[in-house]
Every structure is written in C-alpha cells, then in structure tokens.
C-alpha cells in the first residue's frame, strides 16, 4: 500500500465547475498536508497546505482534511483551462526535517 | 513566498562525465534541503535529505557515491551525478525549508538532465 495515494485520473471537467481533487494517506503519524500543482517539465508550486481538520479556503481553493478517515481534497471552484495539471498530494510528519512524502498526482483536465 | 533557485536547467553531457547542480535558497537560511528525481509521467522521489554542516541521508535505493550532495552553507546545496549514465536522464528538483520553522518546502525550478 502506498503511503499516499490519489487517482492518477485525468479528471475532466468543463470550464467554470468545481473540480474534486481527493487523497488518503496511510500514515497516522502525518500531520501536515499539501497540494502542489505541477504543470508538463516544471516543478511543482504549492496552492495549499492544512493542519487541522475541516476546511481551509484560499480564494478558488478549498482543502479539506479528514484525520479520522485520513482523507485530503482540494476542491477548485471556478475551474479555468488554465488550471489544467497534475496536482500532487503530499503528507509529512512534524519537524523542520521530516520529509514530504508524494502521491503519484492526479491529471486535471479543464475542457472549454 | 520563498525563493529557491536551481541551476542549471538543463543539461546534456555525456556518459560517464560528471554533472552539478546547484540549489540556492535566496531569501531564506535553509538548515534542510531535499533532493527529488521524477521521470516521465510519475511522481517526486525523493532521493536524499540534505542537512548543513553534516552528511546526506539518503533514501534506500539510491546510491551515496554515485548521487554526491554538499550543503556547506544554509543557502547552497549541490547534487553531483558521478559517471552519469542515459538512465540517470531525469528530471531533478530541489526544496528548501525556513530554518526553525515547520512549514512547506519551496521548489526549485528543476534541472533536466539529459545523458546521452
């Protein structure tokens, strides 16, 4: 079992809908998590990042974390051809040297 | 947010040469850095934790003298691809993180390496 696992997808959906990114992880002992998009040879950029359970909104971007069920989302409202990549899940424990630990990414299609 | 810059880009050399890239943290001191390989359509792996001042720990897999990092100050790491092979082509990213602060890494923009 992989430590962090998301749908390679793609997921595709139309310009203007809400497009549902989802995530779980294995570790119990992770207590931060992250979305990063990725865009086609560049590197990953962080959207988001969430601590406690509930919801975390940062303009378009909504997270969501479950530590119970151990389940991340990002929900993109709005969604913009643009907005068009992988998007990458991660998990790390605390401590400023603990790593980040990658889902494989899921492919997000934004279609006109 | 934090800036961290990787150079080169890209890069092709030939089998069996030596290749290094560096990682700068611009705007920050960055105690730990990471370093990531991806290949084609997969995700980030990460191959070693760079700490300053003290040795790389490496993630099982990936071979210490062959993948050779320095982090002699807490702005500046660097990955040595000894005797790259075509294999070793790949796509390779660095992170840093704020020192004493437990938040997000940030990414460079990555290196391509091409061996051929």
């Known amino acids: 079992q992989k430590e962090v696992e998301q749908n390679s997808g793609p997921l595709s959906v139309p310009e203007g809908a809400i497009a549902s990114l989802n995530c779980t992880y294995s570790d119990r002992g992770s207590q931060s998590f992250f979305w990063y998009r990725q865009y086609s040879g560049k590197s990953p950029e962080l959207i988001m990042f969430i601590y406690s359970n509930g919801d975390k909104e940062d303009g378009r971007f909504t997270a969501q974390l479950n530590k119970a069920s151990q389940y991340v989302s990002l929900l993109i409202r709005d969604s913009q051809p643009s907005d068009s990549a992988t998007y990458l899940c991660a998990g790390r424990r605390t401590g400023t040297a603990s790593k980040l630990t990658f889902g494989t990414g899921t492919r997000l299609q934004v279609t006109l | 947010g934090a800036v961290v810059s990787q150079h080169p880009s890209w890069v092709i050399c030939k089998s069996g040469t030596s290749v290094k890239i560096e990682c700068r943290s611009l705007d920050f001191q960055a105690t730990t850095m990471f370093w990531y390989r991806q290949f084609p359509k997969q995700s980030l792996m990460l191959m070693a934790t760079?700490?300053?001042?003290?040795?790389?720990?490496?993630e099982q897999g990936v071979e210490k003298d062959k993948f050779l990092i320095n982090h002699a100050s807490l702005t500046l790491s660097t990955l040595t691809v000894t005797s790259a092979h075509p294999e070793d082509s790949s796509f390779y990213i660095c992170?840093?993180?704020?020192?004493?602060?437990?938040?997000?890494?940030?990414f460079g923009q990555g290196t391509r390496l091409t061996v051929v």
């Open positions: 992170s840093a993180r704020d020192i004493g602060v437990d938040t997000e890494a940030f």
């Open positions: 760079s700490n300053e001042g003290s040795k790389a720990t490496y």
